[in-house]
T-cell receptor, first 114, second 116 residues
Framework: GQQLNQSPQSMFIQEGEDVSMNCTSS?????WLWYKQDPGEGPVLLIA?????ELTSNGRLTAQFGITRKDSFLNISASIPSDVGIYFC??????????????FGTGTLLAVQP | GAVVSQHPSRVICKSGTSVKIECRSL??????MFWYRQFPKQSLMLMAT?????????EQGVEKDKFLINHASLTLSTLTVTSAHPEDSSFYIC????????????FGQGTRLTVV
């Protein structure tokens, strides 16, 4: 199935550092979502983006919907150990109906050393 | 909040048997539910879209006769893996969507299926 390209694949950082990851697509998406997944659990929604250029924050997390509609970025500031996990971007080409299914990125594994 | 519950969380079955996984939206009605499969250290791959009261829509390459999906009510969808094979061992995750245009899909906690 179709996937989004997400980078980096993994990151190993020190507590307190800022983190950036991005997601790119060859086609236009009208919705971008960012999820975090802990081992053996389902993904949990972090941020949802609906407009090109939109910048949205959720605590220490900030995500942006790229102007071209083909990319999105997630930043985590002042990382803490509990930020450890796998982060997935997900995009949807449509707003409703059959085109509303989510396509997931390849994931970014984040490890934070205290 | 929006809670999606998946059951069982873990299941081990013998080759050739069938396994049913349930996905329930606990505090909202979901006209659409999605079933994903995730292999270790990989992303979520959409298997099928489950619509209440109608046939599921399967993604290319997913065998509809092997992965039976039933969405009998607005709060329950089931995935049955028929004639299970060791290669079917995987993490299966469902998600439920609130409303027709709301792309915010809420995920269940997943089911770890091991076929021996």
């Amino acid at each position: 199935g179709q996937q989004l390209n997400q980078s980096p694949q993994s990151m190993f950082i020190q507590e307190g550092e800022d983190v950036s990851m991005n997601c790119t697509s060859s086609s236009i998406f009208n919705t971008w979502l960012w999820y975090k997944q802990d081992p053996g659990e389902g993904p949990v929604l972090l941020i949802a983006l609906y407009k090109a250029g939109e910048l949205t924050s959720n605590g220490r997390l900030t995500a942006q919907f790229g102007i071209t509609r083909k990319d999105s970025f997630l930043n985590i500031s002042a990382s803490i150990p509990s930020d450890v996990g796998i982060y997935f971007c997900a995009g949807s080409p449509g707003y409703g109906g059959a085109t509303n299914k989510l396509i997931f990125g390849t994931g970014t594994l984040l490890a934070v050393q205290p | 909040g929006a809670v999606v519950s998946q059951h069982p969380s873990r299941v081990i079955c013998k080759s050739g048997t069938s396994v049913k996984i349930e996905c329930r939206s606990l505090d909202f009605q979901a006209t659409t539910m999605f079933w994903y499969r995730q292999f270790p250290k990989q992303s979520l791959m959409l298997m099928a879209t489950s619509n209440e009261g109608s046939k599921a829509t399967y993604e290319q390459g997913v065998e509809k006769d092997k992965f039976l999906i039933n969405h009998a009510s607005l709060t329950l969808s089931t995935l049955t893996v028929t004639s299970a094979h060791p290669e079917d061992s995987s993490f299966y995750i469902c998600s439920a969507r609130k409303g027709a245009r709301n792309t915010e899909a809420f995920f269940g906690q997943g089911t770890r299926l091991t076929v021996v």
